[in-house]
Each structure stands twice: as C-alpha cells, then as structure tokens.
C-alpha cells in the first residue's frame, strides 16, 4: 500500500514528521513490509517553515495511485489554493482513496471540490479562508466524512495517522503503533470513534448510462457515460494471472465518465507493475479495471465486469508470445507477439509505444 503526503515550501514541520513517523512505524509493528510512506512534491526537496530541507520522493502527481493522500500545512497553502497549474496536476478520487489533511491543508481540499457539502476542521488562523470557501467549519480536532477528513492542531496528526491505518489495515494494526508513542498509562481515545469509513448511500443509477457493470458479489457496482473504446485479448502472463484464465480483455474509457454507484469501501488496488495498478473487489476478488500512473485519468475497463451486453469484437490478440501452452487460438483475429500497431488496435491507457 502506499501512502503519499503532500509537501510545499514552508510547511509545518510537526503536521509532516508526526505523521511520518507514525505511518511508517506500520511497516513493522503491523508486520506489513508492502507498506510505504512517500514524500510528494512539486520540486527535489521543499523547505520547512522552520528552514529544513527535506528531499522528495516523488511528483504530487503520483498521489493519483497511493491508497491515501494527507496534506499538509503551512503558509503557502494560501496561495496554492488559487494556484490552477498546481491544482490540476491533481488526479484524485475520493471513492477509493482516503484523502485528509492537517490545518490549513483542509484549503487545498476544499480546493479540489473535495469537501463540498461536507463538514471539517482546520486550524483556527484559517477557519475564516475555510469558511469564504463555503465550507461548513466545525471546532473539533478530526473530523471524517466518509474517505475524507480534517485535522485541526499539530497533535491532531495522531488522529490523522491512526484513521489511516485503522480503516486500511483495522484496529489491531493501529493500537500495534499507537501503543509505541501514547503516554505511558493513557491509552489512545479516538476523537471521532468509529474510524471505519461511513456506511455507503447507494447513488441510484441514471437513466443516460451507456453500461453498467458490478463485481461476483454485487458489493461493487458502476455505470459508464461514455462509449467504450476498442479492445482485443492480452496473453501475457500479467493478464492472465489477473483473470484467471487465457487472457485479458479490457477497454479504456475516461475516468471522468465512470461512475461508482456502490462498493468504494470495499475497491482495493494491487501495483502489478511499477506504475500499473489493477483495481479489485477484496470481497469477491473480482477485477473491474486498471490504471497506469502516467495516466490516471484513462480506465481500462475489465469487459467480464459489464451487466450490459458488449457487442464488439476484438480487433486483435496481443502478446501470443506469453500465451498459456494449453490455449489453441483458432479465430481469425490478427495475431501479435508483443503490442498490436496502433492502426490495428489503439490501446489508449496503456504502455502501448507509438507504432
């Protein structure tokens, strides 16, 4: 699993390296070495608002594959909230990522439209910002809605922190590090009990959908607003370890046009490859789609997932070169070793190169 938090010039030092500890005391203490905290900005290094310098891990535009997102705080988050550019390098989505941020990083979120209609809390040098913004400003140190929530004062990240590891691994794993760090005889109190994520409302479906889909169980279900792009089978072993059986079939279709109407408490994702991320239901293991890291706004849809009928045909059978020794391929759909050409088959949201 990874956990970004988002870093700029002048953050508060206490509301990154609290919660930095903690997060990555997991990796030990839970006994989860497929845990990783990473640090995320917009340059190499940024400077605290005390003047330390702290190298990066990576661009904020790799928070679009970490299973949750915390902003920090500081000065800058004033200005960064009117910054466009800055904001739109942002691919985020709270239906199956857990989104949250210290003080006046609560800005940003509501920035991002990621607190409308949504209560929260910041720190109170910002509460007035945070208000002009339309958002409802409550006096508490953590509040959550859902996948989203706010943290009001530094010591708070223990709040922040301990909702991420309670509703990502479960209240074991959490009392496992919170135990380390409590003072001793005061055991941890939730401010906000419980930290599972709130009970689902279904989104009823609309009427304009274009297909529908859902998991084995049902847990998971969504609807498309677009039409679906092109697609052929894919053997190669990645694919056909994630189906289970001969090959892959998926097709890409925008993000913005994927609608989950329930089931984002159950939505898990596995990194298959650096940068490919191979979204599941955890109930019933079902696949429902993919993304690629560069490019996160493109879905590559699992066609198997579909309730509506698909009745396109494959235009081609990729990386036959990888395909199981028991598959006979006897129709006539073009065969390749390795990728299609591009004018045979465009596999938008792939690593598909240009030929």
């Known amino acids: 699993m990874l956990i970004a938090q988002i870093v700029f010039d002048d953050f508060t030092d206490v509301d990154v390296f609290l919660a930095w500890d903690l997060l990555n005391r997991v990796r030990v203490r839970a006994r989860r070495p497929d845990w990783r905290v990473e640090l995320l900005g917009t340059e190499a290094q940024h400077r605290s608002?005390?003047?330390?310098?702290?190298?990066?891990?990576?661009?904020?535009?790799?928070?679009a594959a970490a299973d949750a997102v915390l902003f920090?705080?500081?000065?800058?988050?004033?200005?960064?909230?009117?910054?466009?550019?800055?904001?739109?390098?942002?691919?985020?989505?709270?239906?199956r990522?857990?989104?949250?941020?210290?003080?006046?990083?609560?800005?940003?979120?509501?920035?991002?439209?990621?607190?409308?209609?949504?209560?929260?809390?910041?720190?109170?040098?910002?509460?007035?910002?945070l208000?002009?913004?339309?958002?409802?400003?409550?006096?508490a140190p953590f509040v959550r809605q859902g996948n989203i929530a706010t943290a009001a004062a530094c010591l708070a990240g223990v709040e922040l922190s301990a909702w991420v590891i309670e509703v990502l691994l479960g209240k074991d794993a959490r009392d496992a590090v919170l135990a380390e760090v409590q003072p001793v005889g005061r055991p941890f109190q939730p401010a906000d009990p419980p930290f599972q994520p709130a009970a689902e409302s279904p989104l009823e479906p609309s009427?304009?959908?274009?297909?529908?889909?859902?998991?084995?169980?049902?847990?998971?279900?969504?609807?498309?607003?677009a039409e679906l792009g092109d697609f052929g089978y894919c053997h190669c072993t990645s694919c056909r370890k994630a189906s289970g059986t001969a090959h892959g079939s998926n097709s890409p279709v925008d993000r913005a046009r994927f609608r989950l109407l329930r089931g984002a408490s159950v939505l898990r994702e596995h990194e298959s490859s650096p940068g490919k991320f191979r979204t599941f239901c955890s109930s019933c293991g079902s696949p429902i789609y993919a993304y690629l890291a560069s490019s996160p706004d493109v879905l590559r849809i699992r066609l198997g997932s579909l309730d509506t009928p698909f009745t396109k045909q494959a235009r081609a059978h990729t990386f036959v070169s990888d395909k199981a020794p028991?598959?006979?391929?006897?129709?006539?759909?073009?065969?390749?070793a390795e990728w299609a050409p591009r004018s045979v088959l465009h596999q938008r949201g792939s690593r598909q190169r240009e030929t």
């Open 49 to 63: 608002v005390s003047g330390l310098t702290l190298p990066m891990h990576g661009r904020i535009e790799e928070a």
């Open 326 to 336: 028991w598959e006979d391929i006897v129709d006539e759909v073009p065969q390749f």
């Open 207 to 225: 009427g304009d959908a274009l297909y529908r889909g859902s998991c084995l169980c049902k847990a998971i279900e969504y609807e498309l607003h």
């Open 131 to 139: 208000r002009e913004a339309g958002i409802e400003v409550v006096d």
């Open 97 to 129: 990522q857990l989104i949250g941020s210290m003080c006046s990083g609560a800005l940003l979120l509501a920035a991002l439209g990621l607190l409308e209609g949504k209560r929260a809390t910041t720190h109170p040098t910002a509460a007035p910002l």
């Open 72 to 95: 920090a705080s500081g000065p800058a988050t004033r200005e960064l909230r009117f910054d466009r550019e800055y904001l739109a390098r942002f691919a985020l989505d709270p239906t």
